[in-house]
């Protein structure tokens, strides 16, 4: 019998995806409540504050999404996603309470070290949970259009609550919604973390997921497109409200228009980019959006008018979602099941960095060189990181590749596989097990990853 398509037919995806929504509804309603509190606390510094607490989320996510996503293997990974849920909602219910600036800084990295622990193993969880690719790339679309959703509804939402209680209560309302979406995950039933053959110090462990990602030829491509993402969105992200404001005099709905402008070309390209990842590869497309990306920061370059922006912003929108929405698919392609939390933690971890460079730069470019420079300067820059991802991204890219094992001997936690087809003698207990054995000289051709046993991409497709 034929398996739908349809990932919101598998019940653990849907107690997932309702997880993640009702998280993302909740932390939205929290970003509205610490501009309420930072302008309470530092008044005319508001502005300065809440730059300075995202550069902390974006320190927290490249710095500790590594160690969460190359130790977690040890634990378990329901209780994990549990305890994560849980001690958000605890910390979050103390930002309120802050009295002083520091601990604004304080409790918001900390909540953001726990969110780069959450954020990629739940995402390492979902292939998981659904091996069809078909199935987990409308899954990706889903959660594509759950955090354009969020962006757009969460302002909203916080300004209808808040016609029934203070900024404050929105902090009570995210730890409900984190309470809630941890009694989801507990209440579903998740494959069992596969053991890893990793075997190295606690360094090499943590460590493990950026080196093997930046060994992979496809996985440099992904982090040169998401340089260009990160350019595009924080043009939009950090220097709308100055164009349109400043130069075009318009309102504050306005703003909030041409935000969601963006919103929707996003939300638009994920509802039809599974159709069409049926068909075209992923390179393609991600190819694609960043031409995209490219073309309308150039057009913001020539000074549009309102009307225009709108367009320009739907086309960027539509650009970034084409790079973002497949990039699950090439992750979880190029990694083996036991290390996916360690590879999509890289992704994070790699992808954040690129935001944490180019959030300041829009910010200062646009300040002080203007609006129309700063897009010139950024369309010029998505063009190099596109034309960078094609070279390091191989058109021809194989998933099997023929390659050569050196005959070696060590001891490593394994099952028999292809890699392990050795002789027993009845010690060595249940897969997987550790005991010395030995590999001789092998060339064969298989799905390749970089792992235990293939720690070097392969020269070409035919070494």
């Given at each position: 019998m034929q398996t739908s398509i349809n990932p919101l037919l598998d019940s653990r995806f849907r107690k997932l995806f309702a997880a993640q929504v009702i998280a993302l509804v909740g932390t939205g309603l929290s970003t509205v409540a610490l501009a309420l509190l930072a302008y309470d606390l530092a008044g005319a510094e508001a502005a300065v504050v809440l730059g300075t607490v995202l550069a902390f989320k974006m320190i927290a996510y490249v710095v500790f999404a590594p160690v969460a996503g190359g130790l977690v293997h040890r634990l378990r990974r329901k209780r994990f996603?549990?305890?994560?849920?849980?001690?958000?909602?605890?910390?979050?219910?103390?930002?309120?309470?802050?009295t002083a600036i520091w601990q604004i800084y304080l409790l918001v990295f900390l909540l953001n070290l726990l969110s780069a622990g959450f954020k990629p193993v739940f995402s390492a969880t979902i292939p998981d949970i659904l091996p069809d690719e078909r199935q987990y790339t409308r899954a990706l679309a889903y959660s594509r259009l759950a955090y354009d959703l969020e962006n757009l509804l969460s302002p909203t939402l916080a300004a209808l609550a808040l016609l029934f209680a203070s900024y404050t209560g929105l902090f009570t309302i995210n730890a409900a919604a984190f309470l809630v979406s941890a009694g989801l995950i507990a209440a579903s039933r998740l494959p069992a973390q596969r053991p890893t053959e990793r075997e190295s110090s606690t360094w090499g462990q943590i460590t493990f997921g950026i080196r093997a990602y930046l060994k992979t030829p496809r996985l440099r491509g992904l982090l040169a497109f998401y340089m260009g993402v990160a350019a595009a969105s924080a043009m939009v992200i950090v220097n709308t409200v100055m164009y349109v404001r400043d130069d075009l005099s318009g309102s504050e709905f306005d703003v909030a228009l041409t935000l969601a402008a963006a919103g929707c070309g996003s939300m638009l390209v994920a509802l039809g980019l599974p159709t069409l990842l049926d068909r075209i590869t992923d390179r393609t497309v991600m190819l694609s959006g960043s031409v995209l990306m490219t073309v309308g920061l150039g057009l913001m370059a020539l000074s549009p008018g309102f009307a225009g922006m709108l367009a320009i912003w739907f086309l960027i929108g539509a650009g970034w979602s084409m790079v973002q929405t497949p990039a699950g698919r090439v992750v979880n392609r190029s990694s083996a099941p036991a290390d996916r939390p360690a590879y999509f933690s890289a992704q994070f971890s790699l992808s954040h960095a690129c935001w944490l460079v180019f959030y300041p730069l829009a910010g200062n470019l646009g300040t002080y060189l203007g609006i129309e420079i700063t897009a010139l300067l950024f369309a010029l820059s998505v063009m190099v990181f596109t034309a960078l991802a094609a070279m390091l991204w191989p058109a021809r890219d194989?998933?099997?590749?023929?390659?050569?094992?050196?005959?070696?001997?060590?001891?490593?936690?394994?099952?028999h596989d292809v890699h392990h087809d050795h002789a027993h003698h009845g010690w060595e207990g249940s897969e997987p097990h550790s005991h010395p054995h030995y590999h001789p000289r092998l060339a064969h051709t298989h799905a390749y990853v970089i792992d235990e046993h293939h720690a070097t991409w392969p020269a070409s497709p035919h070494s």
């Open positions: 996603l549990v305890v994560m849920d849980l001690s958000r909602a605890c910390l979050i219910l103390a930002v309120p309470f802050a194989q998933v099997a590749l023929l390659h050569t094992h050196p005959a070696i001997a060590h001891s490593h936690l394994h099952t």
